[in-house]
């Protein structure tokens, strides 16, 4: 019985930076659509995929992303903060196509760093501006608050954007400082130093 072995790129173009790894059912139709791309661009930054009407599951894709994604990047915190206080955030594909970015962290209650009630995760991308949501808590103690944000089709993320948690008071609008913080340098995910 012959198995297809999986073909993945050497490398990605630029603003192909982003690797889809190829499911059961996915054609290439399918993913251009996800990814909101031509299906022509798809292709052509594809060249390891000799065929695009013959896409087999494990085959690894360069699709739309000026950074290699998924990646995680660790939050270093921003001033005093308590003991255990910590997070990342992870940009990945969004449920419904194009990216997202998800932010997890442990932290102490709001009010810890004066009248607020809520946290809000964001992403501040060069030359777009920024995406937020509110983040939410688990039952532990301290908590840990997570939230996601869709990019909308015409934002993508970039080197040197920013992704930060903040506490903010929901019945103002008030923001508090940055608590936690970290830069997608040079291209990639890596942790700010």
Do not use: K
Not at 29 to 51: C, D, S
Not at 145 to 169: Q, T
């Amino acid at each position: 019985m012959y198995r297809q072995l999986p073909r993945i790129p050497q490398s990605c173009p630029p603003g192909f930076l982003g690797r889809y790894t190829v499911r059961p059912g996915d054609t290439f139709y399918n993913i251009a659509t996800m990814f909101r791309v031509r299906l022509e661009a798809l292709a052509v930054n594809n060249p390891h995929i000799t065929n695009p009407n013959m896409i087999f599951p494990g085959d690894v894709l360069c699709v739309p992303g000026f950074i290699p994604y998924p990646c995680c990047i660790v939050l270093q915190s921003r001033g005093s903060v308590p003991f255990g206080t910590a997070g990342v955030g992870f940009v990945h594909f969004a449920p419904a196509g194009g990216q997202a970015v998800s932010f997890m962290a442990t932290l102490p209650q709001p009010s810890t760093f004066g009248n607020f009630d809520i946290y809000t995760g964001e992403i501040l991308i060069p030359g777009i501006n920024g995406f937020g949501t509110q983040l939410f808590p688990t039952p532990q103690d301290p908590p840990t608050w997570s939230g996601r944000v869709d990019l909308p089709a015409v934002a993508s993320v970039m080197p040197n954007s920013r992704i930060l948690i903040r506490p903010s008071d929901s019945r103002t609008g008030i923001s508090g400082p940055v608590i936690l913080e970290g830069i997608i340098r040079d291209g990639s995910c890596q942790m700010q130093t």
